[in-house]
């Protein structure tokens, strides 16, 4: 079974303080994906990666950048926190198009408050 | 201040019966759809998926439906037990390249005892 994990379930941040949420997938696929999710907006997408130290700003970029060094950690990072970050956010992972599947597998998610 | 969600759409169902749970999809040129489910606490989990080139699609206890005349797809979920209760997404995958999915909103099943 494909496993994505996040590093942390719970974490509490104060404003201005940079922020790193770590994403590791055990499956040896491609993509991968940093969501953020609000009630009643259904997930957005943040940035993507579809390769190593390769990236693409999803819907919602702004005041979040990624980093991926190896191909199965995805990091995403908050320069500088502000309270409309606080936020659940969820890591995926999925085959690259022409692999047959565009199932995306998600991790269990961070709940990530920002006071 | 404090900022107050949208509420999610609620669909409540006694158990055993069937749940159908519908979605409007944007994008005429998507070619693959999915539903997740997600219960409290948790991520997203893959329940079905269906391409464009499919009308409907069977799981166990399952089926999904696409009706691409008017965009719009639903799942069907047969003898609901209590731990379908969770929010149900679908997600569409469009023409932007790559995995990308756009996902609806949710609804909320609540299976009643």
């Known amino acids: 079974d494909v496993k994505v994990t996040q590093s942390s379930r719970y974490l509490v941040k104060r404003t201005g303080e940079k922020v790193f949420l770590e994403c590791v997938q055990d499956m040896d696929h491609e993509n991968m994906f940093w969501y953020r999710q609000d009630p009643g907006l259904g997930l957005r997408l943040i940035y993507f990666s579809y390769d190593v130290k390769m990236k693409e700003k999803g819907d919602i970029p702004e005041g979040y950048s990624v980093s991926r060094e190896k191909k199965e950690r995805f990091s995403l990072i908050l320069e500088s926190a502000s309270t409309n970050q606080t936020s659940m956010y969820l890591c995926?992972?999925?085959?690259?198009?022409?692999?047959?599947?565009?199932?995306?597998?998600f991790g269990p998610g961070t709940r990530l408050t920002v006071t | 201040g404090e900022s107050v969600g949208l509420h999610l759409p609620t669909l409540s169902v006694q158990e055993g019966d069937n749940s159908i749970i519908n979605c409007a999809y944007s994008?005429?040129?998507?070619?693959?759809f999915i539903w997740y489910k997600q219960e409290s606490g948790k991520g997203p989990q893959f329940i079905i998926d269906?391409?464009?080139?499919?009308d409907k699609r069977q799981g166990q206890r399952v089926t999904v439906l696409l009706n691409k005349t008017v965009k719009h797809l639903s799942l069907q979920i047969a003898a609901t037990q209590p731990g379908d209760s969770a929010v149900y997404f679908c997600a569409e995958r469009g023409t932007g390249g790559g995995n990308k999915l756009t996902f609806g909103t949710g609804t909320q099943l609540k299976v009643e005892l």
């Open positions: 269906i391409r464009s080139n499919m």
């Open positions: 995926a992972s999925s085959l690259i198009p022409g692999q047959g599947a565009y199932e995306q597998y």
């Open positions: 994008n005429s040129a998507s070619d693959y």
